[in-house]
């Protein structure tokens, strides 16, 4: 199956710093990137959709100032948590979308665990 | 929009029998149903998917079966080995650019060796 990085794996920051995030599709064009939020022992919760060379489609209730989200090419795309606090402490997973025979398939990155102290 | 509601929550059995998992969705137009498994502190992989014009779809250990009428689909995976031991999430779309993932809320198994 298709592949997709994730850097850095986890990350630690203060409170007020920033932090980015790359996600990229190792052996495929992802012309369309998603970035997760998952919180422990629940489900994934969408943040944004990340399409390449235009802007990204946040979630309802996702500050798109807070997540910065950048895909400049069609195998990367950066999430930057701007400002961090320590409630944006969470795995942060992105994901790739690939065509496959009329259906667009989904692969995972291994997630980013961030904490914010 | 879609909703995907995931059952049960939690799975225990025993290395070697089987474990089923299962999953009802609400939008009738959905027509891609892949399941993922993930393990403790790692991304979700893509184990198995099945779309609407087919029943069922096996691959070695693993199946996947789908009603479209009753708009459920299920997890069946035979002779359970501790490395199962994970949370799987079944997903609906309908598979096409514009339409995202809808995600269960996942269920934790646990094989007992």
């Known amino acids: 199956g298709a592949v997709v990085s994730q850097h850095p794996s986890w990350v630690i920051c203060k409170s007020g710093t920033s932090v980015k995030i790359e996600c990229r599709s190792l052996?495929?064009?992802?012309?369309?990137m998603f970035w997760y939020r998952q919180f422990p022992k629940q489900s994934l919760m969408l943040m944004a959709t990340?399409?390449?060379?235009?802007?990204?489609?946040?979630e309802q209730g996702v500050e798109k100032d807070k997540f910065l989200i950048n895909h400049a090419s069609l195998t990367l795309s950066t999430l930057t948590v701007t400002s961090a606090h320590p409630e944006d402490s969470s795995f942060y997973i992105c994901?790739?979308?690939?065509?496959?025979?009329?259906?667009?398939?989904?692969?995972f990155g291994p997630g980013t665990r961030l904490t914010v102290t | 929009g879609e909703n995907v509601e995931q059952h049960p929550s939690t799975l225990s059995v025993q290395e070697g029998d089987s474990a089923v998992i299962k999953c009802t969705y609400s939008d009738s137009a959905s027509n891609y149903f892949p399941w993922y498994k993930q393990e403790l502190g790692k991304g979700p992989q893509l184990i198995i998917d099945i779309r609407s014009n087919v029943g069922e779809k096996k691959d070695q250990r693993i199946a996947v079966t789908l009603n479209k009428t009753a708009k459920h689909f299920s997890l069946h995976i035979t002779e359970t080995q501790p490395e199962d031991s994970a949370v799987y999430f079944c997903a609906a779309s309908r598979g096409n650019a514009g339409n995202m993932l809808t995600f269960g809320g996942g269920t934790r198994l646990m094989v007992k060796p």
């Open positions: 990340s399409n390449e060379g235009s802007k990204a489609t946040y």
């Open positions: 052996d495929f064009q992802a012309t369309t």
């Open positions: 994901s790739a979308r690939s065509p496959r025979g009329g259906f667009y398939e989904q692969y």
